[in-house]
């Protein structure tokens, strides 16, 4: 199957960067409007979404499809795109660059191959991750690693300090005055979590992903090495055929090695109990 993984590289790789393209010329220009939930949407992600369906339809057309501006319900196919087609449009929208396109290709519900790409600093990340599915001899030809730009990545292992850092969504800020070290709201989920990916950042903490923002960068995080912990109890993975994803949201902590999980944890868990108080 190494025809398939490169073929699967390939064309996610060709597909964000074409939509990347016009995003470049979209940003800082694009009127957005407010969805049912709150969040921000633009003609650009429209665009974007029906482009990626459009190319996945015709390339794969035997794969299932589940994305933020298009089909919510998980589908019963063996394999199913999950596709993010602006992610931090609040960004893009007021012309802050720090916004992609990520793509997640999931195997009977569970990620095993991401791509993530960030136009306006020319950054791209993708990796693979069979997990358990090598553990049982299935998808054993799958390549390993995550890279950025072609290079591979791993989580820093310096040891911590003041002058390291830690990601905060916009709803977790209440975790912030206390932490060991600096923090930074980047304002795109799926960053945050590649941040630890790739050594820059310790740590980070998303309060509301839903599953297109974490589909593709779980795999890259998993692939480098560093941890993935959910904060709630239900596992995320695998995906339920027929249920609809649409208002799901997976609470998550990334951090760059085990050891400091117990670090960080109590300081989170302690504002989720305090925000659940309220």
């Known amino acids: 199957m190494k025809d398939f993984w ?3 590289l390939s064309f996610s790789q060709t597909t964000v960067k074409t939509v990347g393209q016009q995003f470049l010329k979209d940003f800082g220009s694009a009127q957005a409007n407010e969805k049912d939930d709150g969040t921000l949407v633009t003609q650009s992600d429209n665009w974007a979404d029906a482009t990626i369906r459009s190319a996945i339809a015709s390339t794969f057309p035997s794969h299932g499809i589940l994305s933020e501006e298009g089909e919510h319900v998980f589908p019963d196919t063996e394999w199913c795109w999950v596709v993010d087609p602006l992610d931090a449009t609040t960004n893009f929208a007021r012309g802050i660059p720090i916004w992609g396109i990520s793509l997640g290709l999931l195997y009977r519900g569970t990620p095993v191959f991401g791509c993530v790409h960030l136009p306006p600093l020319n950054q791209t990340f993708h990796g693979f991750f069979a997990g358990d599915f090598l553990e049982k001899n299935v998808l054993t030809d799958i390549p390993q690693g995550a890279f950025l730009n072609g290079k591979l990545i791993r989580p820093t292992a310096d040891k911590m300090s003041g002058n390291h850092i830690f990601n905060l969504c916009s709803r ?3 975790i ?3 932490l060991p070290s600096k923090i930074r709201m980047l304002g795109m989920a799926s ?3 590649l941040t630890v990916a790739s050594g820059v950042s ?4 998303e ?3 839903k599953i297109w923002d974490i589909a593709g960068s779980w795999v890259i995080v998993k692939a480098a090495g560093a941890v993935w912990l959910p904060l709630d109890s239900q596992a995320i993975f695998p995906l339920e055929v027929g249920k609809n994803y649409a208002r799901i949201s997976y609470p998550t902590l990334v951090m760059n090695r085990q050891e400091l999980v117990s670090v960080f ?3 989170v868990e302690a504002w989720k109990q305090k925000k659940l108080g309220n």
């Open 191 to 193: 960053y945050n979590f």
């Open 202 to 205: 310790m740590g980070g903490v």
């Open 265 to 267: 944890l109590p300081f």
């Open 6 to 8: 490169d073929s699967i």
């Open 176 to 178: 912030g005055p206390h």
């Open 172 to 174: 977790s800020v209440g």
């Open 207 to 209: 309060a509301t992903p």
